[in-house]
């Protein structure tokens, strides 16, 4: 009894000090950053971080000489309706291209995937002449409309989807649900896991756009976040670091809503069964 | 399927479609309301946190002093990615009447024909006084024997030193011109009597360093007179100049009172770091950085002007900062307001304001006696420095700044033989390769751009 519980509790105390090392290493610029937004500015420059300087100074600063609770409402709207839009459009093309029988329908699919073989950045210019032409520049629909649908989403739950027990199809054929009944009732809770995880996916993708809302929006009232917090930096002169580290931590905090959210979610769905 | 998911379906539903309603039913450009009847001049920008707030006391000032015009500035994200979107956005509705571009997109500009020379108003202007503005700063901006544009948010490398720290070991701090030897002395003298603590100096590794040490020894990088009587075809990075000042580097490095923070932006930070945190005494950066280095700073800040090699007069270095820019794709009306609005942000009340809270550099000779100014240099005598380099600088072809695109290419090259030389590589060969590299990119650029 002995003899056999010893090396599994050394492998245990290996494997928990390896884990927590391995934390250590991820959790701790996460945390020196939010200790950083606490500490006056000056402290920061000179390279100070064992100060205990401590106060929430730099946050009521960041509220209230910054436009950043008009950039955080801006990239809450954009990612909401993104991921929302998202949802509905890739789950509707997935339904097609998994229950759908229709002509040339792998040979779409694969045009599908194509796209996804292009960086978004590679396609930048294109698209920027295709906005300005439609003379949407500097608008929120700049921000929403070339991200309403998604090659990856189509892609991700069209495999998702073709896990459905085709016993469910039957069935469904049997009690005579037509395809949007079957798409709402069965195809869409059946997946649910999935979907959750797209969701948080193209929330989380919206929200950390830089790029494209640079190049596509001009004043303040259409700017997202992280363009915000590039715009708490100057380019020569005096930096307020402490109030840059205190937005960069008050941008976060939807972030790990998202993920924690996501993650409650993804357990509950594991363990449901839906067929019986 | 639970109750819970399908409602939270109906409701996304719901908002998906009260976003098309929305997206569809007012589609017009997101901008902030003013009162129509005065002329917009729309304003794009690059300066963000401290200096925006300083520059929007600007525009707010040029609002209130007349009724015709109403500038809305417009901060645009860094200068490079500004300079792209100001170049694709012309001729529509959204590009600005006057933006600010940095120094190194100035050829970029004038070959773009996008932009309508600041001189033009000026000419019909008898109020404004040409002459009153820093002529080094006027004579970047110039092309063909006229102003392109306005001079704006104006820097200068200087030498920043710990003067508390020389007081306590005794150092005679350096002259306010000094040569290369003057501050390896200093530096030297540093390391040894902090017994090692300090080091002495460190020179970080940025290509707009290197061609500084190059133009203030009278030196001009690029042919065509770096650029001014014509298109670059081919540069010189191994000239005595620039070798002179690597090698005052290396025996800085020998002696082991130099110390490198690499290159890069957290290399700049990293080395405002050690030196506010008495790590290293001397080093060369950008006047506008003298703001962050007297706010809560104990110790005392020394200043002089950017090192010159021994035996030969300072040429004076090049400013560095941005301009502001007269698009020609707008009405006469708004192109005349643009120019109403560079006179005003140049006037000497409002570049002493705009030094005290920036410490960018005010241009207008008259601003030296507004009372904000000489506040500012009684509170901190070193500030003046800088000042009082730009207007020493006597402007001439090498130092009125590289006329040449792709500066952002040919200064990742400059860094790589920088490097390499700090790393104890030879100098000669890796500004050989450098040239060699550079000298490449000017020609692909130039073939590109359909210059002969």
Known sequence: ?276 | MSKRLKNSLISLALIISAVFVGIFTTNNPVRSSSSSDRTQIVFWHELGGASEDALEEVVNGFNKSQSKYEVVPKYQGSYDEAIQKILQTHGTSTSPAVFQAFDIATAQMIHSKYTTPVQNFIDKDPDFDIEKIAPAARSFYSNGGKQQAMPFNTSQPVLYYNASLLKKYNITPPPVSPTYSDITRVAKQLYERSGHKTKGMTIQIYGWLLEQATTNAGTALANNNNGHTGIPTSVDMNNPSTVKFLEWIHENIKSGDFINYGSGASAGANQTAGFLAGKVGIFIQSSASIGELTANNKDKLGITYFPHPDGQKANGVSIGGAALWISNDKPKAVQQGAYEFAKYALSPAVQAQWQKSTGYLALNKDSQKEKILKDLYAKNPEAKVPGQQLADAKPNYVNSGILLEGMQVTRQLEEVAMEESYNGGDIHKALKKATKNVNQNIKTSNRANGYK
């Open chain 1, 1 to 276: 009894m002995i003899s056999t519980n010893k090396p599994s509790r050394l492998n245990k105390i290996v494997s928990y000090t390896l884990l927590l090392l391995l934390a250590f290493v991820i959790l701790a610029p996460f945390f020196i950053g939010i200790w950083t937004s606490f500490l006056p500015t000056m402290e920061i420059a000179k390279g100070n971080f064992l100060s205990t300087d401590l106060s929430f100074n730099n946050y009521v600063a960041a509220f209230t000489k910054t436009p950043i609770l008009r950039y955080l409402a801006n990239s809450l709207v954009v990612s909401t309706l993104t991921m929302a839009a998202q949802l509905v459009f890739c789950s509707m093309s997935a339904y097609a291209f998994v229950f759908l029988k229709f002509k040339y329908r792998n040979a779409i699919f694969i045009l599908f995937l194509i796209t996804m073989m292009l960086p978004f950045e590679a396609e930048i210019i294109p698209n920027f002449t295709t906005v300005k032409n439609l003379g949407m520049l500097d608008h929120y629909s700049v921000l929403l409309i070339p991200f309403l649908t998604s090659a990856f989403g189509t892609f991700m739950l069209r495999q998702s989807f073709m896990q459905t027990p085709n016993e469910l199809k039957e069935a469904a054929d049997i009690e005579g649900l037509n395809h949007f009944q079957f798409y709402w009732n069965i195809v869409l809770p059946y997946n649910k896991v999935s979907l959750i995880t797209l969701g948080a996916y193209s929330f989380l993708g919206a929200w950390n756009q830089y790029l494209w809302p640079m190049l596509t929006t001009f004043s303040n009232n259409s700017r997202l976040i992280q363009n915000g917090l590039r715009q708490l930096q100057s380019e020569e002169t005096f930096n307020d670091w402490g109030m840059i580290q205190a937005s960069a931590a008050i941008i976060v905090i939807p972030t790990i809503l998202v993920l924690f959210i996501g993650q409650h979610y993804f357990k509950s769905g594991m363990n449901e069964g839906a067929v019986k």
